[in-house]
């Protein structure tokens, strides 16, 4: 089976969208798939090109310039796309998305949608006055004529807007495959950022963004350590963002006196993020919205235990057995550090596997779901999920 996935910008720094194509892709290549990329030139683009089986093919940006838009790429896709037997497209806000859509209708050529979270009542938040207008005119008939929609948890499919009658569309659960296996080195991630063997450390993970809750735990961490006074403590903060959300947060850790207990590793990558989870005792991510939770799978496949807020949508899969799930806001994150803090002190801990939990993400676990589910879109007329 050949295989067509659309997105409007396939580049690592996209972050979230990119690994999960790279991770759908792994897993249609071990079932014996090809899989093609179709994407726009952006600057300084950065892909793995080794990791597919197949093409990634790349088109210049047209008029408006703006949602993804390139006659190029449509010319290409009316060409070609009846040499797929199925699309898959990453986004439903973009002109290329939409376009590609209409095209394969048109040549009956199937395809489905994984809207990474562009579906959640969170993002439509986003201009939703204008997502509303062009939901109900537009993306009504591009969900309505997809074969199937992909969501990765089960919260997701629930809280999953369609624009029209949810009866007449397919939506199927899908986890994504994460196999993380680098093996870390606690002592050369403490050694590097000269943390001692004894001291307690949070590990912040991910993009420094408004909605990760990066803020709202610094308000329950100062909590922690004021009221735990003496503890020996650190968050680190592994990641990049936006320069003004990043001056904003390093004024909150000034403010409220944590520069001692507070280090920023920046961007951490390939074997020093495995060092990173190696180093640490407590993942945390208190984030307002996620629809999965990539760097919190690696986490745990690293035997790490978490702290999510239920705003993950993959929460009820983790806990207990993984680690602690909390509010987004501050009295829910603060009482979950005493909690965190009595168990590490009372040794029961112990009773957390977070790497078992890990295991029922990897491919292996999950490569049967996919099988199936691939079978059903192909050689079925009509595909009824739930």
Known sequence: MKILHVIGSFDKKNGGVYSAITSITDMERSL???????????DDQQYDSSFFNGQVNLFNRSFP?????????ER??????ENYDLIVLHEVWAILAVRVAS????HEVKYIIWPHGSLDPFDLKKKSFLKKILGNIIIKGVTTNATAICCTSSIER??????????????????????FNAEGSRQRFRNKHNIPADTFVFL??????????LDLFLHAYKRFVHTNNGLDVKLIIAGKGNRAYETYINRLIDEMQLSAYTYSAGFLSGTEKADAFAGSDCFILPSMNENYGISVIEALQSNLPVLISDNVYIWKDIVPVGGWVC???????????????HEFISKQIRMKDPAKVGES???????????????????KQEVIFS
């Open 32 to 42: 014996g798939y090809t899989s093609d990329i179709l994407s726009i030139k952006s």
């Open 327 to 341: 509010k987004h806001n501050v009295d829910s994150i603060s009482n979950s550090l005493n909690v965190i803090h």
């Open 65 to 73: 310039y703006i949602f993804s838009p390139s006659k190029e790429a």
């Open 103 to 106: 095209i394969a209708k048109k």
């Open 76 to 81: 290409w896709i009316e060409l070609n796309v």
């Open 204 to 213: 912040f993970l991910s993009r420094v963004d408004y909605k990760k809750g």
């Open 158 to 179: 629930d809280v999953l807007e369609t624009y029209n009658d949810r009866k007449n569309v397919n939506i199927s659960v899908l986890p994504l495959p994460i196999g």
């Open 361 to 379: 993400f990897k491919k292996d676990r999950l490569i049967s779901l996919y099988s199936d589910f691939y079978d059903l879109v192909i050689n």
